[in-house]
């Protein structure tokens, strides 16, 4: 299995940085795992800047030079791990911004005749590990699961990809958070994850 991690938090002294490690840790003692890459957005610099003009045509994003090295990634990876905070009941604006580019028509799916499109990233799994300073159920009990029907149903079905896992972890800023006790949660999962 080749795994892709894209991770997306400004600082590397977070608690999402920890999680970050601990994925790291555990897919290196996975041997079902062949391949890692890691993909650390604000630190390449990516441009979640949308920008269409006479240049640049939203129907041509799939094509765009500027994104090949990141469809490539993609397509190389069997796996896509997201690690990023939770802030305002969603990702990043960085992570969204990557999303809008990257899963883009006639890459990430195609329109067909019909309700829905032909998801063109099928057979890929997905992992989401995601932290906030509220508790665990609020999104679930406040904003109506948003956070996962955006990243399952909106995103990931809609481009072919059926297995989706989440990791939320909530009161992550509290000193009773069980943080340790959630970092080593992730990274037995990816410790023995199998294909």
């Given at each position: ?80 791990v997201f690690v990023y905070p939770i802030w ?102 990816f410790k023995k994850i199998e294909c």
């Open positions: 299995m080749k795994t892709l991690i894209i991770y997306t938090h400004p600082n590397h002294q977070s608690l999402c940085y920890a999680f970050l490690q601990n994925v790291i840790k555990g897919c290196n003692e996975n041997s079902n795992i062949k391949e890692l890459q890691v993909l650390d957005l604000y630190e390449e610099g990516f441009n979640p800047l949308l920008i269409f003009n006479e240049n640049k045509r939203r129907r041509d994003m799939h094509r765009d030079p500027d994104l090949e090295k990141y469809r490539k990634q993609i397509l190389w990876a069997d796996q896509l305002w009941g969603r990702p990043p604006a960085m992570l969204l911004g990557y999303i809008d580019q990257m899963f883009a028509a006639n890459f990430a799916y195609r329109d067909k005749k019909g309700l829905l499109p032909e998801g063109l990233l099928k057979g890929k799994s997905v992992v989401c590990i995601s932290t906030m300073k509220g508790p665990g159920k609020y999104p679930l009990l406040w904003l109506n699961n948003a956070h996962k029907i955006l990243m399952k149903r909106a995103l990931f079905q809609f481009v072919g990809i059926n297995k989706v896992k989440f990791f939320e972890f909530g009161k992550m800023e509290s000193p009773n958070g069980k943080q340790t006790k959630k970092l080593e949660k992730v990274y037995h999962y």
